[in-house]
């Protein structure tokens, strides 16, 4: 089993907006996609925000490429979803799409 993934990008997704590091132009159009606000950071470990999701995205097709890894690593802890050709997202047990989608009326450009 591979213990990394690689070419994978990650958001984290906060009350407050979605974090990711500075990305290219192909894959800014994607996230733009889905994220209204977007915030850049340097890194991942000094963010002040209630994070309620992880989407990893990869550029290949996340089922094959990047969801058993992470499924088979996070899996008994955290729930690891498909949830679309090149999105893997990683959120608590109990936390839904649903769940996460009534956050966009408070994430706001």
């Known amino acids: 089993m591979r213990n990394s993934i ?3 990008e990650l958001v984290l ?3 407050k907006g979605a974090y990711m590091k500075k990305i290219n132009e192909d894959l800014s159009s994607e996230i733009f996609k889905y994220y209204v606000k977007r915030i850049i950071v340097d890194d991942f470990d000094n963010i002040d925000d209630d994070i309620f999701k992880i989407a990893v995205y990869d550029p290949y097709d996340s089922k094959e490429h990047s969801y058993k890894t992470i499924s088979t690593s996070l899996g008994d802890k955290l729930n690891v979803v498909v949830s679309g050709k ?3 997202d990683v959120s608590n047990k109990g936390v839904n799409k649903g769940l ?3 956050y966009k009326n408070i994430i706001k450009p």
Do not use: R
Request: with cysteine; hydrophobic share 25%.
């Open 6 to 8: 690689s070419d994978v």
């Open 13 to 15: 997704c906060g009350t």
């Open 86 to 88: 090149h999105w893997v």
């Open 100 to 102: 996460s989608n009534s």
